[in-house]
């Protein structure tokens, strides 16, 4: 194998050696299989390739000080996997398999685990795609489920340095009632135009306002928000936003770090109020958020300009690493070993 440099790893994919492969049919989910190979070979009239019948998910694992391997909370983003499915209609992959799938592509692809304290991890991306031929707009009879890693740095360039995203009312990532809260590959399509003119402009996101009345945040790209006001996390309440494993950890950790949490319908208008913003994801881990500059009103909102993050995001950055890591104890039950 190539060697790699850990530290200068970015968010992109590099081959590993296996992947994990799992089939439905006839009703019912077959045992998990092996592959060394990267591609799949499917139906020209696959659902997932006519119908969007494709949901995925993204965690990631971490190797620890004392050697171990740490991955976060899988048992979440299994259950959000369900919820995508059902949001769409396809075969629900059952919790324990998901978690039995997840620790053996990590055992697999032991030699990919970046080292402790390089900045980098293993990200681990399932995804459950409709295989069955269908013309007719119509679920599919059959289903693959596939989980695979590669090994990442940070999403965005900047890493944990304050960045900026911009507000563009032209565009909506999911429908008020649509499938925004779920996590399908429809919605990251629907987002690729005005990201591309967002990074044009020198922005790492859209933060994207509520679909129905442009007038409440609601996430940010690939990444739920945040803002910290005095001693309160403020988090958006949506009906067309993914429902993050990270944002759900800070509110926890923000709660018991003594910080009053608000999740509630966020007014753009409030965004002159805050004393720190930041995006949160698996990827984006924490991002800060430099600026939000208004592209439609003309209007910026600025939070960091001399580089560095704010006091609050810094303290919950750090907790939640730590716990990643297996720097501090877990006492939420959070982290699994993989042994
Ligand atoms: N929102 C969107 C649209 C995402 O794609 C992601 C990434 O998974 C998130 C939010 C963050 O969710 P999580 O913290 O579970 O990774
Ligand atoms: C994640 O944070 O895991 C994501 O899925 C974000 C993006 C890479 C789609």
Redesign the pocket.
């Known amino acids: 194998m190539e060697k790699i440099n850990w530290p200068e790893l970015s968010f992109g994919y590099l081959k590993t050696d296996y992947n994990v492969r799992c089939y439905y049919r006839e009703g019912e989910w077959g045992e998990l299989e092996i592959s060394s190979s990267e591609t799949i070979n499917i139906h020209m009239a696959a659902t997932c390739l006519h119908y969007g019948q494709e949901a995925f ?3 990631k694992a971490f190797r620890g000080k004392d050697g171990k391997v740490r991955v976060f ?1 899988m048992d ?2 299994a259950k ?1 996997l369900q919820s995508s499915c059902r949001g769409i209609v396809m075969a629900e992959f059952p919790v324990a398999k998901f978690e039995e799938a997840v620790r053996q592509v990590i055992k697999l692809n032991e030699r990919f685990i970046p080292p402790y304290g390089s900045g980098a991890s293993l990200y681990i991306r399932p995804l459950l795609i409709g295989l069955g031929a269908q013309v007719g707009v119509k679920p599919a009879g059959e289903y693959m489920f596939l989980v695979f890693v590669t090994p990442v740095g940070p999403y965005f360039k900047t890493g944990f340095k304050p960045a900026p995203v911009c507000i563009m009312r032209g565009y909506d ?1 999911a429908a008020p009632l649509g499938t ?1 809260t779920y ?1 399908v590959g429809g ?2 399509a629907a ?1 690729l135009v005005a990201g591309g003119k967002a990074q044009e402009k020198g922005y790492v996101a859209v933060l994207y306002l509520d679909p129905k009345e442009k007038k409440y945040l609601d ?6 928000f945040f803002a910290i006001r005095g001693n309160h996390y403020i988090t958006p309440a949506s009906q067309s ?9 800070l509110i926890q950790l923000a709660g018991d770090m003594g910080m009053t949490v608000e999740r509630r319908p966020i007014p753009v208008d409030e965004l002159s109020t805050f004393e720190e913003a930041a ?6 881990v924490i991002t800060p958020i430099s600026r939000i500059d208004d592209l439609d009103e003309n209007r910026s909102y600025i939070y960091s300009t001399d580089g560095k993050p704010g006091a609050t995001c810094e303290k919950l950055y750090t907790r939640l690493q730590a716990i990643q890591n297996g720097d501090e104890p877990d006492p939420y039950g959070w982290v699994a070993v993989i042994e």
């Open positions: 998910e993204g965690l909370r979440e983003n959000r990532r925004g996590k919605n990251y987002s996430e940010c790209g690939p990444a739920n936003i993914l429902p993050s494993i990270t944002n759900k950890s995006e949160c994801g698996t990827a984006a």
